[in-house]
């Protein structure tokens, strides 16, 4: 599998143990088809030419020559951080796409047709099977934590439309999506790129590691999709890496009062705290631990802390924060879709927006380098199926490295990518009020490491 570290003798879990270790769990699949059902707003004939958000590259071919593809991500509600350089990354993809594809003998123009899930699953849903049934695409590509790729992958799988996905951890989306997660059946038409346990276990038993602690970690995993995958994963691995979790046990999203797990990492001296909330949870979690006067000396944040301006939001409580990056600038690669080095894309998107990098620039555009190298590897783009089967052995070059389906041990339908270790600090002369440093490369050693972890009290 692409980017697996064979260079770590530590024992990572396999695609088994973590479908046993979820057996009685409930991560039930969202009933994506449920949600349109036969109330979907259709769109047909001249109309869709001219819907908002259609971008029409290149010269206009008859409509039987021109490849749709779909993108759904979080712009508004709890996660919509993700969705930040969307304008940047599309702007990218449109124009690397200007001239349309020559594919089997024919030239096709290409639409990109973006929809906002609004970060709820049932819009996720709505937006999925508007753009399957309304737009007819041909491709759906997904991003941004399992409320919105998991209802997209479902539409998408249920109908028979290719999709491809990432930055959920792919356990969150693989058994996430199953009817039944301790017998897991492979996708036919639904891929994924994307980090998981075992490269989160890496990057932490590389980084807490630098600060001396008592290895004592108080966990604050939620109620959903991504918060159950880790508890049955995550946790067991770093128990045997000789950590000690301290669980308060799962919490809903949106819970407001954080009190009682509070006075428990206290009582148990919990110096290492770790967590996968929802961005808001954390801000309320993080400015009542403040109050009550917890400060461990490593605070670990995921899912939420992974962009400058959520960090910024916090003041003062939020520099040292560690966290974790899926693309920086400093990554050695290149788009293969536009001939960008991940050195250029930060200083582009600075340039063009005003803001700080953002990691979600690579994920989001390394989607459109998989796109733009499946429809090309399938030969046939407006066959679907054909589309679905190209990616079963699909190599491509991108942003964030390269990508290679059907090279186990993973299932087939899953590449796990590099996710790395850092910490959000101030750093004497940048422009930035915090930037994030990058602390260790255990998942991908091509990756340089600017610094060592420093304690967050």
């Not at 979080?74 to 449109?94: I, Q, T």
């Not at 679905?388 to 990508?403: C, D, S, Y």
């Amino acid at each position: 599998m692409a980017f697996q570290n064979e260079d770590d003798p530590r024992e990572s879990p396999t695609y088994a143990d973590i479908a046993d270790a979820m057996e009685n769990r409930e991560l039930s699949r969202r009933d994506a088809l449920k949600v349109a059902g036969a109330g979907t707003l259709a769109v047909a004939g001249a109309g869709l030419l001219d819907l908002p958000g259609v971008v029409h590259a290149g010269p206009q071919f008859a409509r039987t020559g021109t490849i749709k593809i779909g993108f759904v991500s979080p712009r508004k509600g709890p996660a919509a951080g993700f969705g930040e350089p969307d304008g940047f990354v599309l702007g990218l993809a449109r124009k690397a796409f200007q001239r349309g594809l020559t594919i089997g003998g024919t030239h096709y123009a290409v639409e990109i047709i973006d929809k906002d899930s609004q970060s709820v699953g049932p819009r996720s849903a709505q937006v999925a099977n508007d753009l399957i049934s309304g737009s007819r695409v041909d491709l759906l590509l997904t991003t941004s934590t399992p409320e919105t790729v998991n209802p997209v992958s479902d539409a998408a799988e249920a109908s028979g439309v290719p999709c491809i996905s990432t930055v959920v951890p792919w356990e969150s989306w693989y058994f996430g999506r199953q009817a039944n997660p301790a017998k897991p059946k492979p996708f036919k038409y639904t891929y994924h790129f994307c980090f998981g346990v075992a490269q989160f276990a890496d990057a932490y038993t590389h980084l807490w590691p630098q600060v001396r602690t008592n290895k004592k970690v108080g966990v604050m995993w939620p109620n959903d999709a991504d918060g159950n995958a880790i508890r049955a994963a995550l946790g067991p691995t770093l128990k045997k890496a000789g950590y000690t979790i301290v669980d308060p046990g799962a919490y809903a999203d949106g819970t407001n009062d954080y009190s009682a797990q509070i006075a428990k990492f206290k009582s148990e001296n919990c110096q290492i705290f770790n967590t996968f909330p929802i961005p808001p949870d954390f801000a309320t979690f993080w400015r009542q631990a403040a109050q009550q006067g917890y400060k461990p000396k490593i605070a670990q944040i995921a899912k939420t802390g992974l962009f400058p301006s959520q960090v910024i939001s916090l003041g003062s409580i939020g520099a040292n924060l560690a966290s974790a990056v899926y693309w920086a600038p400093s990554w050695p690669y290149t788009s293969s879709l536009t001939g960008i080095h991940s050195r250029d894309l930060g200083p582009r998107y600075e340039r063009a927006t005003g803001k700080e990098w953002n990691q979600q620039i690579g994920a989001s555009l390394a989607l459109f380098d998989v796109a733009a190298a499946v429809l090309r590897a399938s030969g046939a783009p407006k066959n679907k199926r054909k589309v679905a089967n190209a990616m079963k052995k699909l190599q491509v070059h991108t942003a964030i490295g390269h990508l290679i389906w059907g090279k186990g041990p993973l299932p087939p339908n899953v590449v796990a990518t590099p996710i790395i270790g850092g910490q959000w600090r101030k750093v004497p002369g940048s422009k930035y009020t915090l930037d994030f440093v990058i602390c260790e490369h255990s998942s991908d050693r091509n990756v340089p490491v600017r610094s060592r972890l420093t304690p967050y009290s």
